[in-house]
């Protein structure tokens, strides 16, 4: 689980558990909203201490810049000389 799906979790628990006012009989929201929240702050501690130190020095690696060739000229074919009426290309 990353810390975006374990916020989206939070966030709907919290939705389900605050902002819903229908009560059903057999199935409590308020729960289900309880279990939501709970789910997703596990979620999101244990990417912190789990994930991130090893998301952190793999994260590091994409930012190297890889080696490339200087081109200071473009050539391309026929390139050598002038058009025929003498205009340069």
Same mark, same amino acid.
């Given at each position: 689980m990353t810390i975006g799906a374990g916020l989206f979790l939070i966030a709907l628990g919290a939705i389900l558990r605050f902002g819903v006012t229908v009560s059903t009989p057999g199935f409590s929201v308020h729960t289900i909203g309880d279990i939501l929240m709970i789910v997703g702050v596990l979620g999101v501690a244990l990417w912190l201490v789990i994930w991130a130190p090893w998301a952190?020095? +793999? %994260?590091?690696?994409?930012? $190297?810049? *890889?080696?490339?060739?200087?081109?200071?000229? +473009? %050539?391309?074919?026929?390139? $050598?000389? *002038?058009?025929?009426?003498?205009?340069?290309?």
């Amino acid at each position: 689980m990353t810390i975006g799906a374990g916020l989206f979790l939070i966030a709907l628990g919290a939705i389900l558990r605050f902002g819903v006012t229908v009560s059903t009989p057999g199935f409590s929201v308020h729960t289900i909203g309880d279990i939501l929240m709970i789910v997703g702050v596990l979620g999101v501690a244990l990417w912190l201490v789990i994930w991130a130190p090893w998301a952190r020095g +793999r %994260r590091s690696a994409y930012r $190297e810049v *890889p080696p490339y060739e200087v081109h200071t000229t +473009r %050539r391309y074919p026929g390139d $050598e000389g *002038p058009y025929e009426d003498g205009y340069p290309r």
